[in-house]
């Protein structure tokens, strides 16, 4: 490899951080905070981000076009690269940043799994318990808030399906 092969970017790197804008995009609406009462938190931000690129992953893992697996993993990647950028513009330190990312990155997985059993049952009431659990870590959700989340994330996982490969692939996603 020559030098400016070091220098090269990923075939999907692009693609993967648009499409990780547009998920960024769909988890700030404000409604999510106002009226769902999601904790207008660094914690709170993070899980609904979390839910809307676990929902774009899922889609784009079961394309049967062979990109859509490695354009699934530039959409992680452009994640946990953004997260470990703000933890640093946040004054977190270099030595703690990477053990704060690996925390990250656990977490998503987890919660990812969690979302992704319930939205393959359809099983709006075990998604609703999960991100009850996750997003309101602990604390009641106001009433009917949690439901309304997974009436929602059921939506956007179905609204994603459609999307034809060549919009993903030029990063473009559409969120219900």
Same mark, same amino acid.
């Given at each position: 490899?020559?030098?400016?092969?070091?220098?090269?970017?990923?075939?999907?790197?692009?693609?993967?951080?648009?499409?990780?804008?547009?998920?960024?995009?769909?988890?700030?609406?404000?409604?999510?905070?106002?009226?769902?009462?999601?904790?207008?938190?660094?914690?709170?931000?993070?899980?609904?981000?979390?839910?809307?690129?676990?929902?774009?992953?899922?889609?784009?893992?079961?394309?049967?076009?062979?990109?859509?697996?490695?354009?699934?993993?530039?959409?992680?990647?452009?994640?946990?690269?953004?997260?470990?950028?703000?933890?640093?513009?946040?004054?977190?330190?270099?030595?703690?940043?990477?053990?704060?990312?690996?925390?990250?990155?656990?977490?998503?997985?987890?919660?990812?799994?969690?979302?992704?059993?319930?939205?393959?049952?359809?099983?709006?009431? %075990? +998604? $609703?318990? *999960?991100? =009850?659990?996750?997003?309101?870590?602990?604390? #009641?959700?106001?009433? /009917?808030? &949690?439901?309304?989340?997974?009436?929602? %994330? +059921? $939506?956007? *996982?179905? =609204?994603?399906?459609?999307?034809?490969?060549? #919009?993903?692939?030029? /990063?473009? &996603?559409?969120?219900?």
């Amino acid at each position: 490899m020559g030098l400016l092969g070091l220098f090269a970017r990923k075939p999907h790197e692009r693609a993967g951080f648009e499409l990780y804008g547009a998920a960024v995009a769909a988890a700030r609406q404000p409604r999510f905070f106002a009226e769902l009462g999601v904790p207008d938190t660094l914690d709170g931000r993070f899980d609904l981000v979390s839910l809307h690129v676990a929902l774009l992953i899922r889609r784009l893992r079961r394309d049967p076009d062979p990109a859509g697996p490695k354009l699934a993993q530039a959409v992680f990647d452009a994640m946990f690269a953004d997260m470990d950028v703000n933890l640093r513009e946040m004054g977190v330190g270099d030595l703690v940043v990477g053990k704060r990312v690996k925390r990250m990155w656990e977490a998503f997985h987890g919660r990812a799994a969690a979302y992704e059993s319930a939205v393959d049952a359809g099983d709006a009431p %075990a +998604l $609703a318990e *999960a991100l =009850a659990r996750n997003i309101w870590r602990g604390e #009641a959700p106001p009433p /009917g808030a &949690a439901g309304q989340l997974a009436r929602h %994330a +059921l $939506a956007v *996982a179905e =609204a994603l399906v459609p999307q034809p490969m060549a #919009a993903l692939k030029r /990063g473009q &996603a559409v969120f219900a």
